[in-house]
């Protein structure tokens, strides 16, 4: 089994394997012990792998409690997060006792904001099943519920006490689901040119999802709080929150995403940040993967959900701006000028794609960290973060 240390203020393991499942229980005693289990999990995840994993604990002598919603991202909600709170307090769970995730980001999110603030903290551990969960969300220690203002707008920072991979699990993962999780692994390669170049082949998926795990590693145990480098993992979610939350999020989370990557390198691009042949792999790599470019949403209806993203001012935002892989900008800009950027970026869709057709693809880009060493990004993303401000 794999291990990855993550060497936060709470310090914790991503434990990675093929058909790990079975042994959860024996791993769980090892380094958590407790007594009761609180499963929570969506329907569909739940039945597909609830069984296997009620059974391996209940033998491993737990009590075993199961919490199971309807899977989507409209139930990551306070009603589902009360629900949850109010099911531990009557099964009495004390902090020594356990709460297990067993799903994609939104069982994640939202059962671990219940860890998070039941009895101000409980063992909390994380078995991600859809690829964005693998890749991003069961690490880093963000929970959170939508408000109807918005995503995200309740939550707290939350470490888990183990992070439980199963890459077996994938198999039943729906395409558009596994679709979805490209949207952040395309993010991911924005920043970092050897999961780029990866992404260019058919990769095995074990390593894409070890690479974006380092990828996230780094930045987490750099900024555990948000404040500085881990920004940059907040690449394409401005935008691709407004459409999410535009679409009453039937656009799910990885598609938006892929658009807000779209959308924010063409802006980055036009400021002359992002130079053409990197904007035009973005788009291949997009294109290859399945995302349509095509944005649903003109700029003022964006803008309304922009204007009250979490991340924002009072008077306008700080963009996080790809300049080349492994190579981002921030700049502040008003809420007027970023609206006429937005504007800009979707008049001239139709052209851009017509002029990228027209493009040889160049699959290289200047590579100079094309090497399959994981540990090299942990030297070369050192000048990821390049500020500078504007307005
Ligand atoms: N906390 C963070 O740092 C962070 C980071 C990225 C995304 N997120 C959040 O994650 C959410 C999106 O995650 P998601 O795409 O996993 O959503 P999700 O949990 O809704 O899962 C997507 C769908 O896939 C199904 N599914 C999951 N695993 C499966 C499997 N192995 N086999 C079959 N079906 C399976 C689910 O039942 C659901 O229908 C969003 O709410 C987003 O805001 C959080």
Redesign the pocket.
């Known amino acids: 089994m794999k291990k990855i240390y993550i060497n936060t203020s709470k310090p914790y393991e991503i434990l990675l394997d093929f058909g790990s499942l079975p042994k959860i229980a024996e791993t769980i005693k090892e380094k958590i012990g407790g007594k009761k289990i609180v499963i929570v999990s969506?329907s569909?995840?739940f039945k597909?792998?609830g069984d296997i994993v009620v059974e391996a604990l209940s033998k491993s002598g737990y009590k075993v409690f199961n919490f199971v919603f309807n899977?989507?991202?409209e139930n990551?909600t306070m009603s589902t997060y009360q629900k949850i709170v109010n099911f531990l307090s009557e099964h009495q769970l004390s902090r020594e006792d356990i709460l297990l995730s067993l799903?994609?980001?939104?069982?994640?999110?939202v059962s671990g904001f219940a860890a998070a603030t039941y009895k101000r903290g409980i063992n909390w551990v994380q078995v991600p099943?859809?690829l964005?969960?693998m890749v991003?969300?069961s690490i880093?220690g963000?929970?959170?519920v939508n408000l109807p203002q918005g995503?995200?707008l309740l939550g707290d920072f939350y470490q888990p006490s183990l992070v439980f991979i199963d890459y077996n699990?994938?198999a039943?993962?729906?395409t558009k689901?596994f679709r979805?999780?490209m949207g952040?692994v395309i993010k991911y390669s924005l920043l970092d040119e050897n999961l780029n170049n990866r992404l260019k082949s058919m990769p095995a998926i074990d390593k894409i999802i070890e690479r974006c795990i380092a990828i996230k590693k780094y930045l987490v145990e750099k900024d555990e709080f948000d404040k500085k480098e881990r920004r940059v993992l907040n690449l394409g979610h401005t935008i691709g929150h407004s459409i999410e939350s535009a679409s009453n999020y039937k656009i799910?989370?990885?598609y938006a995403v892929a658009l807000g990557l779209y959308l924010i390198s063409k802006i980055s691009l036009d400021m002359g940040i992002m130079p053409e042949e990197y904007f035009i792999d973005l788009t291949t790599t997009l294109k290859k993967y399945g995302f349509s470019l095509e944005i649903p949403y003109n700029s003022a209806t964006l803008m309304k959900y922009i204007t009250s993203d979490k991340k924002a001012g009072t008077k306008g935002l700080n963009l996080i701006l790809p300049k080349t892989h492994s190579k981002v900008m921030l700049a502040f800009k008003t809420f007027d000028n970023f609206k006429v950027m937005l504007e800009n970026a979707l008049l001239n869709q139709s052209e851009t794609m017509e002029h990228l057709s027209k493009k040889p693809i160049n699959n290289t880009c200047n590579n100079t960290n094309n090497t399959s060493n994981k540990n090299t990004y942990y030297q070369s993303c050192s000048d990821l973060w390049e500020a500078f401000h504007e307005s």
Do not use: F, Q
């Open positions: 969506d569909k995840v597909l792998y899977s989507g991202e990551k799903g994609g980001g939104v069982v994640g999110d099943t859809s964005i969960a991003d969300s880093g963000k929970v959170a995503k995200n699990v994938l039943t993962l729906p689901e979805n999780g952040e799910p989370h990885g």
